[in-house]
């Protein structure tokens, strides 16, 4: 690691004018390549002392790196011996802290040690800056999924592998100001030593930002500055992390701003900014995980995060493309993503390896399997929680993820079954709502995603039906195609006529000229159920919304 006097040997001067009349000084140091510190200096009536790092995520030797439940080093400590004892490049105080238990969501390198947070008597919800072992990072007001006794912020869809708690609601929410802050100073007049982390809108650039305040020099910001701030230096999502005495940002072996109580504050846990100028030979990639045998490893930004033996508890290690995870050995078949019906009502569910087994009844569902897999459904998903079947002859019933829907087929319309999807189709459409067939000997019929249409052959031609699909053909065999105006073109595929084209694949809907209406009024219990399902879906179906550098 380089010292912190070679780093300020990269030093550029900016000297401008600020929106207003007081004049800023910005140094800018290059740290690292792609980690930047800005030191910012203002005049004037309010003066500001602002200290902000920016860090480009997308590269290989940049590693995230929050606090863990290790009292006394990474817990309970101020920020300098934080990034001291992890190695840490850049740091910044993170949640509030009630007796350095934080107040929101804990993770570091992979462990969760408390649980979001959310407090009715301010109105929001405390929010969440977390990061998965890619550098993935989101800054959000709400939980990361709804707190259910299932749900793990750890696994798939989110797979976050360090988070800290922000204050209440966002700042910034993709780049429209919004009402976070929460300090409980009336019509936001208070100025305070303030702590931030935003991204910009590419998601690659992280921002670390400390505002000094409570001394001559430095007054500290309200939250509507501090909002201005984060949009000036180009954020996109930006919350607001534990400020007024908390205010500590450690860059390249020092804390760089000046702390109002005098000296680093302890504090629940901290965020920093590890970077590895020589990856780890034991890292297969810069970010990731892998098995070797039961072996699970875990590298992030080039260095050996973690590793452990699955067997020791029993379990096994599986892989899924670049990340990996121990198996719980009552995973269905073995397979730590999958899941299974014990019977009518009970779902054994795995998601990375981390087993659960609910009671689908207590949503008012039940248990039901298809080619798809298992899930909670609505009992009128007969034939699976992802499936398509016909109520009734006019009626089309559909389920998705255990939600049920119906659809009325309009006069003339029947129902029809394709794969696992239902809808309507033209009751003429006899053969299938995709086939054509010869009416008569000078008639063919095409049925196109359940639309009828009827075609009239030349008076040369007749209709000719073959493994599904109608033709107009010329009897004498005949290249000539008097049914295309008359050109020479052979589009018979050899009988001597015209081929009408395949049907469009395209899904039956409105669009697609289906004539089917969803006129049916709704079923006020099955919206209930609806609701309650959105929130039990995860257990069988979980999400994959992981971001790839």
Excluded at 108 to 135: E, K, Q, R
Excluded at 355 to 372: K, P
């Amino acid at each position: 690691m380089q010292s912190s006097g070679q780093a300020l040997t990269a030093l550029i001067l900016v000297l401008g004018l600020t929106a207003s009349p007081a004049q800023a000084a910005d140094l800018w140091t290059a740290v690292r390549p792609g980690v930047d510190w800005l030191h910012r200096s203002t005049g004037g009536g309010t003066p500001q002392e602002i200290q902000a790092v920016r860090i480009d995520l997308s590269l290989g030797a940049v590693g995230i790196r929050a606090s863990r439940d290790a009292a006394g080093t990474e817990r309970g400590v101020g920020t300098d011996t934080f990034a001291a004892n992890v190695g840490a490049l850049v740091a910044i105080g993170g949640d509030w802290s009630n007796g350095y238990t934080p107040v929101g969501l804990a993770i570091g390198n992979g462990f969760l040690w408390n649980n979001h947070y959310s407090d009715p008597n301010i109105g929001a919800t405390w929010g969440t800056f977390g990061c998965d072992v890619w550098n993935g990072c989101t800054i959000d007001a709400l939980p990361p999924l709804p707190d259910v006794w299932w749900y793990s912020p750890t696994i798939a869809p989110l797979r976050y592998y360090n988070a800290v708690g922000t204050n209440g609601l966002l700042m910034l929410d993709d780049g429209v100001p919004t009402s976070g802050c929460f300090d409980g100073c009336p019509g936001d007049s208070c100025r305070n030593p303030r702590s931030l982390v935003c991204l910009e809108q590419d998601n690659l650039h992280l921002w670390f930002i400390a505002v000094d305040g409570r001394r001559a020099g430095a007054s500290g910001m309200t939250c509507g500055e501090a909002r201005a701030l984060a949009m000036d230096l180009g954020c996109w999502d930006a919350a607001m992390l534990d400020g007024g005495g908390s205010t500590s940002l450690w860059v390249d072996g020092a804390i760089r701003n000046q702390p109002s109580d005098g000296s680093p504050r302890p504090l629940g846990n901290h965020v920093g900014i590890v970077y590895t100028e020589t990856p780890d030979p034991a890292c297969p990639f810069d970010s990731g995980a892998w098995c070797e045998g039961a072996q699970l490893r875990t590298c992030n930004g080039g260095q050996l995060v973690n590793e452990g033996d699955c067997a020791a508890f029993g379990a096994t290690c599986q892989e899924d493309e670049d990340w990996a995870f121990c198996v719980h050995p009552f995973c269905p078949g073995g397979d730590g993503n999958n899941s299974a019906c014990v019977d009518d009502v009970t779902l054994d569910s795995c998601t990375d390896g981390v087993y659960s087994s609910g009671d689908c009844s207590v949503f008012g569902l039940v248990c039901g399997s298809d080619t798809l897999g298992s899930g909670c459904m609505d009992a009128a998903c007969s034939a699976g929680p992802n499936s398509g079947f016909c109520a009734t002859e006019t009626t089309a019933a559909l389920c998705v993820d255990g939600l049920y829907e119906e659809t009325t087929c309009d006069a003339g319309s029947v129902c029809w079954v394709e794969d696992t999807t239902s809808s309507c189709m033209d009751a003429r459409c006899a053969e299938g709502p995709n086939q054509g067939f010869c009416i008569d000997s000078d008639t063919l019929a095409v049925c196109n995603a359940g639309t009828y249409e009827e075609l009239s052959c030349p008076p040369t031609q007749s209709c000719e039906a073959q493994n599904g699909s109608a033709t107009c053909v010329d009897p004498s065999g005949d290249d000539d195609d008097s049914s295309q105006g008359g050109d020479d073109d052979d589009s018979g595929g050899g009988h001597g006529g015209s081929q009408l084209p395949p049907p469009d694949p395209s899904p039956v809907g409105d669009d697609a000229g289906c004539a089917c209406s969803t006129n049916s009024p709704p079923n006020p219990s099955r919206e209930t159920h609806r609701l309650l399902l959105s929130l039990f879906v995860c257990l069988a179906a979980p999400l994959r919304r992981r971001r790839r550098r």
